[in-house]
């Protein structure tokens, strides 16, 4: 979701072939076959799966006030939440795995995840002084309303190359995640919890290839991801009352959240794995064509960081408590108007009015051999798509 420096193949389709006879080979190697797309090319795939997350994503901040009023709307939005950042961070780290700190890689990660957060996080500060508190304070280290995902954005790329030179990246992440949730003394600062109790899930990624893709994609797959999210949904449904949805949050200490450690570390293992079987059903019935949205997974990032205003006016302004958005029929037509708003702010007119803000090229912020990068060697630098 982010630019340049990170470069990815599409995803290949699994074929195979029976090697020739020994006496039939040539003698010189064979030319490459020709790909289905010619290398460079976005992936159907990844940006349907991309933009498929990011409207989930503005449906479950509309969701979220919902949920004392009706246990189904509750049990939609656990379901929802165990799944969606999940599956949009696990796509996060499979487009990072290029990432190997190099000048440009560096400078792509500057102008395209932290310098988007500092500007962000001053209009989200002066949109709730207009909206809210005239006297709130420029805290930077306390990132917004959904905020926070760009922090931990910058925190996991940064770490990359550590996590890919680690043996065993898997348990020592989880390790990380279970540790920090059982730690009260880890503060709000930079959202450090849910970057520590969410990173399984990049490292994950970050050990996916395109055949792992593949394997999800099968119609086995698909058969199976139906009653598999259907007995999700009965769960969630029976676990309303039972279980606080804050577990999927992961913004909270074993402290916090009023049980003992072993219990928190328990949770936190068995929320992962309820994610990412929850995330397997999902890529499972994601399209691997073309669609008439593949062209949107490109503007996840913009829409991602400009539904947060549309959003918190209709908190802050208590629009919930109206009469008629209690009526089944509203909810459904709110959660249609909320995913034509997502569609709408993923299209390019809306990237290209932002661009300033989102994709700055700050040339007098590096040094010149640094934004050359690719271009001293007469290469066009490539874009990073693991947030756009």
Partial sequence: MLQDGYT?????????TSPAPPAERPSAPPAPAKADRPSGRRDPFLDNAKYLTI???????????MQGDSRTVSALYATLYAFHMPAFIIISGFLSRSYEGTPRQI???VTGVLVPYLAFQTVYTLFMRWLDDPQREFHYQEPGFALWFLVALFVWRLTTPVWKNLRWPMPVALAIAVGASVTPSISSDLDLMRIAQFLPFFVLG????????ELVQRRAARRIAVPVTACALLLAYWSVPRMSSDWFLREKSAAEMGVPA?????MVLAVFGCGLVLTVCFLAWVPRRHMWFTALGAGTLCAYLLHVY????????????????GHPASRVALTVLVAAMM???CTSPVRKLFRSL???AMPWFFRAGQQAGGAAHGKRPKRDRSVR
């Fill in 262 to 266: 072993w219990v928190d570390a328990t």
């Fill in 107 to 109: 400078k792509r990660l």
């Fill in 343 to 345: 569609t709408l702010l």
């Fill in 310 to 325: 549309p959003i918190k006016l209709s908190r802050e302004l208590d629009w919930y408590s109206l009469g008629w958005v």
């Fill in 55 to 65: 409207v989930l994503v503005g449906v479950g901040h509309l969701w979220a006030p």
């Fill in 8 to 16: 990815r193949a599409p995803l290949p389709s699994v074929r195979r």
């Fill in 206 to 213: 970050l050990q996916l290839r395109p055949e792992h893709f």
């Fill in 358 to 360: 989102m994709e700055p």
